[in-house]
T-cell receptor
Framework: KQEVTQIPAALSVPEGENLVLNCSFT??????LQWFRQDPGKGLTSLLL?????REQTSGRLNASLDKSSGRSTLYIAASQPGDSATYLC????????????FGKGTKLSVIP | NAGVTQTPKFQVLKTGQSMTLQCAQD?????MSWYRQDPGMGLRLIHY???????DQGEVPNGYNVSRSTTEDFPLRLLSAAPSQTSVYFC???????????FGQGTRLTVV
């Protein structure tokens, strides 16, 4: 059974700092990996999707990397802003017909002005 | 540009009552799924469907039923609500083979 771990569970940084969120998974036979953002009381917003054949994806100030062999992904946020404060979730996507997302418990990020 | 729409947004049920959580998507996605999110447990898969007429169980299916008669709709039924089903429920959809999942805004359910 796939297990996804996100460390740290919470992170507080001053505005402008670059930061890295970590995600590890136990089964490297994944189809894709997806990073989400969740604001309090809201749904999940997709940030980046990395397909299993890719090493990284970039969108604006966000860069996500994937190393399947070591079971790790990182989300890099450059020049953090208070509006980046949210919970960040990573999820592995299995293949073989179920396409099930297995989520980590998230990293709660606070960016202090 | 609706995406994934869930109704209702909030619901309070009494133990033993039944209800249906609605989910609709307008992106012609084959794959739809239901998750519940609980503090300390993260998001867990309840049921999923890879197309109209096809459904399967996820990690926590007990107490829930689903059906998929159209590509657009994937309702989740609680047959006899229990306090343990108090949670936030999310519906998601994606193209089979591409994998990027899109989520609805959630239904916050309280069973008293």
């Amino acid at each position: 059974k796939q297990e996804v771990t996100q460390i740290p569970a919470a992170l507080s940084v001053p505005e402008g700092e670059n930061l890295v969120l970590n995600c590890s998974f136990t089964d490297s036979a994944i189809y894709n990996l997806q990073w989400f953002r969740q604001d309090p009381g809201k749904g999940l917003t997709s940030l980046l999707l990395i397909q299993s054949s890719q090493r990284e994806q970039t969108s604006g100030r966000l860069n996500a990397s994937l190393d399947k062999s070591s079971g790790r992904s990182t989300l890099y946020i450059a020049a953090s802003q208070p509006g980046d404060s949210a919970t960040y979730l990573c999820a592995t996507i299995s293949g073989a017909g179920s396409y099930q997302l297995t989520f980590g418990k998230g990293t709660k990020l606070s960016v202090i002005p | 540009n609706a995406g994934v729409t869930q109704t209702p947004k909030f619901q309070v049920l009494k133990t033993g009552q039944s209800m249906t959580l609605q989910c609709a998507q307008d992106m012609n996605h084959e794959y739809m799924s239901w998750y519940r999110q609980d503090p300390g447990m993260g998001l867990r898969l309840i049921h999923y469907s890879v197309g109209a007429g096809i459904t399967d169980q996820g990690e926590v299916p007990n107490g829930y039923n689903v059906s998929r008669s159209t590509t657009e709709d994937f309702p989740l039924r609680l047959l006899s609500a229990a306090p343990s089903q108090t949670s936030v429920y999310f519906c998601a959809s994606s193209f089979v083979g591409q994998g990027q999942a899109f989520f609805g805004q959630g239904t916050r359910l309280t069973v008293v």
